[in-house]
């Protein structure tokens, strides 16, 4: 178990069996953690650049490993910066295996604020998990109903292919984020609030589901919205059709930029 305290240096500490994390922790000065086995993370928090060391502390769910943030209470992993020497840069968080949370009421929000790469599964079963800082999301990534993963801040790449379900909710408030896969289940809420949402391939907002803008630019492939689509304010942008065969509901200013049909 560890239930608070730090580790420091240049190696790695990993954990092959059952571990239930708890607490406020620490990793810094080039330390891993690495997870092979079953993570529980059910309070505190994860400070990857924790003191005035040179280099920062990152986190490796491994394949076939599981990472669960269990419960209200696992709050966020991020990294302090002690200045232009030690800004906390180079913190990570990697996902191989399948990064989960669960267990915890709808408003519930776990943040990750460092750097987050994927290979494996990202699955949001309820509360929000908010990832406002850049990310790189392979594999695959799954919503479930009355459930929110939010995209904010930086650059967020989805490549994986997404299972939005029906009363989940996609939300994206700034930033860039780009969908690149084709195939994506969008079967909920797609909200986007500000920033830039890039599609670099087709994308389908299933009949059960529905697309809200206010505020943001849409740009790039072709959207079909097949539930309801809600504009309040929005700016869209490339060659592509944006196709409603839903009901519609409009207000503010609407712009059509650059061949928007």
């Known amino acids: 178990a560890l239930s608070g305290g730090d580790q420091s240096g240049a190696a790695v500490t990993t954990l092959k069996g059952a571990t239930a994390v708890t607490g406020n ?6 330390r891993s953690l690495v997870n092979e086995g079953t993570l529980t993370w059910s309070t505190g928090s994860f400070n990857l650049n924790n003191s005035n060391l040179a280099g920062s502390g990152s986190l490796l769910n491994a394949a076939g490993a599981t990472f669960l943030l269990q419960g209200n209470s696992p709050s966020s992993i991020f990294a302090s910066s002690f200045g232009s020497t030690d800004t906390g840069a180079g913190a990570a968080f990697t996902n191989a295996g399948t990064l989960r949370k669960a267990g915890s009421n709808t408003t ?6 460092v750097p987050f790469t994927q290979t494996g599964a990202l699955d949001v079963q309820t509360g929000i998990l908010s990832l406002n800082g ?13 459930a929110e993963l939010q995209l904010s801040g930086g650059s967020h790449a ?10 989940g909710e996609l939300q994206l408030s700034s930033g860039t984020v ?39 630019s849409l740009r790039g ?17 490339g060659a592509a059709g944006n196709h409603h065969t839903g009901g519609t509901a409009g207000t503010g200013r609407r712009r059509r930029q650059c061949g928007q049909s």
């Open 25 to 30: 922790r620490g990793l810094d000065g080039g």
């Open 108 to 113: 519930d929000t776990t943040t990750i604020s």
């Open 134 to 146: 850049s990310s790189n999301l392979g594999g695959t990534v799954g919503i479930a109903g009355g």
């Open 158 to 167: 989805v490549g994986g292919v997404g299972a939005l379900a029906a009363g």
């Open 178 to 216: 780009s969908l690149g896969a084709t195939g994506n289940g969008l079967g909920g809420i797609v909200r986007l609030q500000g920033g830039t949402l890039d599609l670099g391939a087709a994308q389908t907002v299933l009949a059960g589901g529905s697309y809200v803008q206010a505020g943001g």
């Open 221 to 237: 492939a072709a959207q079909t919205v097949a539930g309801s689509p809600n504009q309040q304010r929005r700016r869209q942008e």
